[in-house]
């Protein structure tokens, strides 16, 4: 696909609010991408102009905020609107190797959704979530930088242009706890590995796998990000849109050049050139 | 028919806030021994009977009030 | 009584109330039956009007009065004052202050920032989340009608000590501890839900918020030259859309409730004065607002706040010089049964009154039903200068909107504080300094926020360049401003702090008021940005005792002197009086916004110290001025002697101080405030995890003076060791105080004076740390 082919299909609803910073992460690069609200797919009451399909893009982000008020669960309501009216074709979207991409809310969608984990790769969707985001250990909101180390050996396509082996995003949430089902926590954990779909975990600064607050939400296996079987969908908790350019990072004036490249932007160069191949 | 549904965490999954408040109220001087949240939604529905009724809120908690991996519904009938 | 009332035949509820042949005592008692909080003098004008008229007054003519001629609305009791002594100081940049519910400044060729403050005290006393909430969603819809995007938030907040004991709360008062965490909730909820980050503020801990905690709100916004909405109607025959949340019964009699003491009885009585916030609503309507304002598709906007309808439809008018009809069946209700009155002063959130040229009405109700947001038409701006209501075609209000909308103005009586005379002297060295700052840095007004800070998003928007915690992550200490970078394509920011110190302010109001200004423009200029403009949110008692006006008077004057002096004009403010109960009053407590303008945000600067090896050098003059100082409070010793500053001495200063950050390389930079020297280079070390020796013997005091003292105008650099020589020399040149104190070493905090060289404080980072650390968070687990 050429790079004037590319579009990038940001979802929100009411309460969705990194869509803009996360926009522009993609137009930085050169690439088109526009902030779609979920009514857009769907109501008669948006006028022809505003009206599109999921078939108009060729990747799908759910960015950060809080969705429908994170009431129920976070991304719960999202995920059942999302659903009922859109199930089929991002099921579709997936199985055609379009890339779907769900940041800290994003995240707790496509968990809410069943796409994450994404173990079975001709039922991209499941049926009930296998998977939960919970509250974290803290309960309390945190926003805080994180160190994540990358442990993906290839397969997830978001991450095949980051160089560095640790890499600082910024976390903001209430609800970011891995958990998987009681009793499944190793089977899980060894499937993910074993299917190449682990992709970051919380470390120290030394990069060690450490405890609170280097952990911020008690995640097991200290994970904060995994992808779907294929690898073609990715969902994480930490924002890398947050930090596109070296100054958002909290420590940029320790010794950095401000305008540099920051550690989040690799994820959206990643998916780029994913999309140029396809 | 209008019923209480409580969704609350399966045994075993730690509950932050639960330990949260009771160490709120611990620190207030309170000698509570356990604190647990749930949450309630107090559903009106049409129904031909309850064990239709309480079939549909099965549903409903399945497909959006509770997420299995970590949670479980019990309902209680109000009317 | 109920004979007063008599009940009009209409087909809903409606009351005429005689007051035509009314006695003074009869007017008293009118005003009381119907919570109207209006003053006997007040109640007569009224009166006097409807005489003219002909005709007695409706209730809810009555009700529009008491919202319109509130404390809360029209400033009665601070106006004068304020024209007096504050405003007028003019800058060319600055493009509208005072007039509307935000300030408008010249950001940079094609924008302008907005700046709003306000307090939320009184609804946040009696329910702290939904007080808080509501009070972020008034204050960002203050910056929105404007026209503009907001893009951070700040929340200074007072309660009483935290380790207040039951036994001792006054009846019916909440514990600062509930209160703190149900604020922190609030603002929380709401900031991190509409997804504008909450980028800095403050927490103050004092006996005497017990039983009135304050918590101010401010928020600053973005917005381009040529979009900027002004809050009045466009012109006659425009339409009046109300578009936002359904009102209902919450927040009756909010403004009034906020100018009248609380007492034991105000929690029953005000529960249906705080409004309940809908954070989902709030963000839509942000969003479809901004999108009408880009395609220009309005003629002014402003936001429902105090008052409601009833404020926000004559403020409207008044301000373009017209009046208008209003039709109150049309207006969407969260209830049935609601009476029209209650209609048009409810106080329900999330809402938003635009004047639209009809032939664009349809495409702006469009827009708003594209973000799924309930708007309709309820009115029409008229070409008469007389407000009238109707309700379902029944004329219930018929006025002449500058007789409402005017408002009344006191000049109210006042007498003045004397400290040194009614002061006492008990400052003293009582040496233990290494103790003292360690019992300084866990003082609950020092100690560290990040249990506060971290609940809230400070990143959302990804703008934020300088963050409230800085430092080593994970170790991150405090910093003086945050940075935001509000424009994708341009380096230039914007730098934001709230200041106030209300110890000094209570024992000198005037120079605690001037500290204050001082400390809010060493804040600014730490990070290396240039003073530009601030807001002013002034929380006192109840103006109608002379001593609380005297109070009020003399911050209003030193304020007025610093900012004129300074040339730092004030765009934007807020009053808040009767913040009193029989059991306290609140310490006076002029909070102040700060707003610098960063010409390149690569360059600006945070605390924390950066490598072993540079050198300290200490910026300022340190005298013995101890009064509301940190020493005073930890050693229990008492001082009158609030620390001077002047206008012109801070300008010298804050030039110099510019001029080094071009043309010296600052690796950081920290102000002086609570503790002096002591906490500000311990808070530099605790944030980088790097120690410093320091030698105080070139400083010229005692040396518990040198460490404590509280003395305005001062910061600390930190330099290359290579460079400090010539920065200490440019500063001299200057006639300024500047000298080198020490440098950046190892992992301990080494302090000595004198020739004997003993070390009086030689203590390991972690210790000093983990005493800053747990300060506050011990209280909340």
Not at chain 3, 274 to 292: R, S, T, W
Request: include cysteine; charged fraction near 25%.
């Amino acid at each position: 696909m050429k790079p004037d082919e590319i579009r990038v299909a940001v979802l929100r609803i009411e309460g969705t609010n990194c869509e803009d910073e996360t926009v522009l992460a993609f137009k930085h690069l050169g690439v088109e991408a526009e902030a779609v609200h979920l009514k857009q797919f769907y109501s008669d009451s948006v006028p022809d102009r505003d009206r599109r399909s999921i078939w108009d893009y060729n990747c799908l982000v759910f960015p950060g905020g809080f969705s429908a008020g994170d009431y129920v669960r976070a991304g719960a309501i999202f995920s059942a609107r999302l659903k009922s009216v859109l199930r089929r074709d991002l099921e579709e979207f997936i199985k055609m190797d379009f890339p779907v991409l769900g940041i800290c809310n994003g995240f707790q969608i496509l968990t809410e959704l069943g796409v994450l984990p994404g173990f079975d790769e001709d039922r991209p969707i499941s049926d009930k979530p296998e998977m939960a985001l919970g509250i974290n250990d803290s309960s309390r909101f945190e926003c805080r930088p994180t160190f994540l180390r990358h442990e993906n050996r290839g397969n997830c396509i978001f991450t095949t242009k980051l160089e560095k082996e640790i890499v600082s995003f910024p976390v903001a949430h209430a609800e970011g706890k891995v958990i998987f089902p009681k009793g499944k926590e190793d089977e899980y954990f060894d499937m993910l590995t074993e299917n190449d779909q682990l992709v970051f975990r919380y470390v120290d600064a030394e990069g060690n796998y450490a405890g609170y607050p280097w952990n911020p939400n008690g995640s097991m296996f200290n994970i904060a990000g995994i992808c779907n079987v294929k690898g073609n969908v990715f969902g994480l908790m930490p924002h890398p849109e947050r930090v596109f350019w070296r100054y958002q990072h909290s420590d940029w004036n320790r010794g950095t050049k401000p305008e540099g490249a920051g550690d989040g932007r690799a994820i959206f160069e990643s998916v780029i050139e994913y999309l140029k191949r396809l | 028919m209008i019923a209480d549904v409580y969704i609350e965490l399966k045994e075993g999954v730690v509950d932050p806030e639960g330990e949260a408040t009771k160490k709120a109220l611990r620190l207030l001087g309170f000698n509570v021994r356990n604190v647990s949240t749930r949450k309630v939604f107090r559903i009106e529905l049409d129904a031909k009977s309850r064990e239709e009724a309480e079939k549909k809120i099965a549903e409903m908690c399945e497909r959006l009030l509770a997420n299995p991996v970590i949670q479980r519904y019990s309902i209680r009938w109000v009317d | 009584m109920l004979m007063r009332f008599r009940k009009v035949d209409v087909p809903f509820e409606l009351y005429e109330i005689e007051i035509l042949d009314a006695s003074d005592e009869e007017l008293e008692e009118i005003s009381r039956e119907l919570g109207l909080a209006l003053s006997l003098d007040e109640m007569r004008r009224i009166k006097a009007y409807f005489e003219k008229q002909g005709r007695n007054p409706y209730d809810i003519e009555l009700q529009s009065l008491a919202q319109a001629w509130s404390e809360h609305c029209c400033y009665k009791s601070s106006k004068y004052y304020l024209k007096q002594f504050l405003f007028g100081v003019d800058a060319e940049y600055v493009i509208s202050a005072i007039k509307e519910d935000a300030g408008v400044v010249e950001f940079d060729e094609n924008y302008a920032y907005v700046v709003a403050l306000e307090s939320h005290n009184h609804p946040s006393a009696i329910e702290p989340y939904g007080g808080a909430a509501t009070g972020i969603g008034g204050i960002l819809r203050d910056v929105l009608c404007m026209g503009a995007q907001p893009v951070a938030l700040l929340d200074p907040l007072f309660f009483g000590e935290p380790d207040t004991s039951f036994e001792k709360l006054p009846k019916g008062t909440k514990h600062p501890l509930y209160l703190l965490s149900g604020v922190v909730a609030g603002i929380r909820d709401y900031g991190n839900r509409v997804g504008i980050p909450t980028v800095a503020g403050m927490v103050f801990f004092d006996e005497a918020y017990i039983t009135n905690c304050l918590v101010n709100v401010g928020c600053v916004g973005i917005v381009r030259k040529d979009r900027i909405i002004h809050s009045r109607a466009g012109n006659a025959g425009d339409l009046f859309v109300l578009a936002g949340g359904a009102t209902g019964r919450d927040g009756i009699h909010g403004v009034t409730f906020a100018s009248a003491e609380l007492d034991e009885s105000s929690e029953e009585e005000a529960r249906s004065a705080v409004q309940l916030g809908n954070p989902i609503m709030k963000e839509p309507l942000i969003h479809a607002c901004l999108e009408i304002v880009e395609k220009s598709l309005l003629t002014g906007m402003k936001d429902l706040g105090g008052g409601g309808l009833s404020c926000v439809v004559g403020e409207m008018a008044l301000a373009a010089g017209f009046g208008a009809e209003v039709w109150l069946e049309k207006v969407h209700l969260k209830e049935v049964g609601m009476s029209p009155w209650e209609i048009w002063v409810s106080e329900s959130q999330e809402r938003m009154m635009l004047t639209v040229h009809p032939k664009h009405v349809d495409e702006v109700l469009s827009i708003f039903a594209k973000w799924d947001v309930p708007a309709v038409v309820v009115g029409r701006v008229m070409d008469e200068k007389v407000l009238r209501v109707f309700y379902n075609g029944h004329k219930i209000y018929e006025m002449d909107i500058e007789f409402v909308s005017g408002g009344v103005e006191y000049c109210r009586p006042y007498v003045s504080k004397k400290p040194e005379v009614e002061g006492r002297e008990e400052i003293r060295d009582i040496g233990k300094y290494e103790e003292l700052l360690l019992a300084m840095l866990g003082h609950p007004n020092v100690a560290s926020r990040e249990w506060i800070v971290r609940q809230y998003d400070h990143e959302v928007r990804a703008a934020t360049v300088i963050k409230p915690l800085q430092g080593m992550v994970n170790r991150e200490g405090h910093g003086d401003a945050a940075v935001i970078k509000p424009l994708p394509n341009s380096w230039r920011g914007l730098a934001l702090t709230a200041d106030v110190n209300p110890w000094m302010a209570k024992i000198d109001p005037y120079w605690g008021t001037a500290s204050s200004f001082d400390e809010m423009v060493r804040n600014l200029v730490a990070v290396g940005s240039i003073p530009h403009s601030f807001a002013d949110c002034l929380n006192f008692g109840n103006p109608e005792k002379p001593e609380r006006m005297g109070e009020f008077v003399e911050s209003v004057k030193a304020l007025g002197w610093m900012a004129r002096g300074f040339a730092l004009p004030c765009v934007s403010g807020n009053v808040s009086l009767y913040n009193e109960t029989p059991h306290a009053s609140v310490a006076p407590t002029p909070t102040l916004m700060g707003i610098g303008i960063v010409e390149d945000v690569r360059r600006a600067v945070t605390a924390d110290f950066k490598k072993d090896g540079n050198a300290i050098v200490l910026i300022g003059e340190t005298q013995p001025e101890f009064g509301g100082s940190l020493y005073s409070k930890v050693t229990g010793m008492k001082s009158s002697y609030v620390p001077r500053t002047s206008p012109e001495r801070l300008k010298a200063y804050v030039k110099a101080m510019l001029e080094a950050f071009s043309s010296f390389k600052i690796h950081a930079c920290h102000d002086l405030a609570e503790g002096g020297l002591a906490v500000a280079v311990a808070e530099m070390c605790i944030a980088s995890g790097l120690g410093a020796d320091l030698d105080l013997s070139s400083l010229d005091s005692q040396s518990f003076v040198k460490l404590f003292s509280e003395s305005n105008t001062r910061w600390l650099v930190e330099v290359g060791s290579g460079d400090a020589e010539k920065l200490v020399e440019f500063f001299r040149e200057g006639q300024l105080k500047a000298e080198i104190i020490g440098f950046v070493s190892g992992h301990e905090l080494r302090v000595k004076d004198g020739k004997d060289g003993r070390k009086f404080i030689d203590v390991e980072i972690e210790k000093l740390d983990s005493a800053w650390r747990n300060g506050l968070a011990r209280f909340l687990g």
